[in-house]
Nanobody
Framework: RVQVVESGGSSVQAGGSLRLSCTVS????????MAWFRQVPGKEREGVAS????????YYRDSVKGRFTISRDNAKNTVYLQMDSLKPEDTANYVC?????????????????WGKGTLVTVSS
């Protein structure tokens, strides 16, 4: 059974940085494209960034381009989201997801396995 577990969420001031981590177990990590989503209560979940199994392809939603970077370490079964120049509107529960052999075409791919999320709060 594939499990997805996030960590790294915290409270920071606007302009600060955070790095989120997501570890996958129970499957062959190289088989999965990975993505970060975020959700605010009362709003729809939105894709933030996605990365292919070999890290050759990545996508970002427009509002985070130039500020967020997605990366992965296949030897550690881990995907990261480096978030810089954080803004209050980045406040959300950040959820990591894995998609089995999915060909990426956007920052919001259809995924198979989901974590529970890690909370990021950015204060002004």
């Amino acid at each position: 059974r594939v499990q997805v577990v996030e960590s790294g969420g915290s409270s920071v001031q606007a302009g600060g940085s955070l790095r989120l981590s997501c570890t996958v177990s129970g499957g062959t990590f190289d088989d999965y494209s990975m993505a970060w989503f975020r959700q605010v209560p009362g709003k729809e979940r939105e894709g933030v960034a996605s990365i292919s199994w070999d890290a050759y392809v990545s996508y970002y939603r427009d509002s985070v381009k130039g500020r967020f970077t997605i990366s992965r370490d296949n030897a550690k079964n881990t995907v990261y989201l480096q978030m810089d120049s954080l803004k209050p509107e980045d406040t959300a529960n950040y959820v990591c997801a894995a998609g089995y052999r999915i060909k990426l075409t956007s920052a919001e791919p259809p995924m198979d396995y989901w974590g529970k999320g890690t909370l990021v709060t950015v204060s002004s």
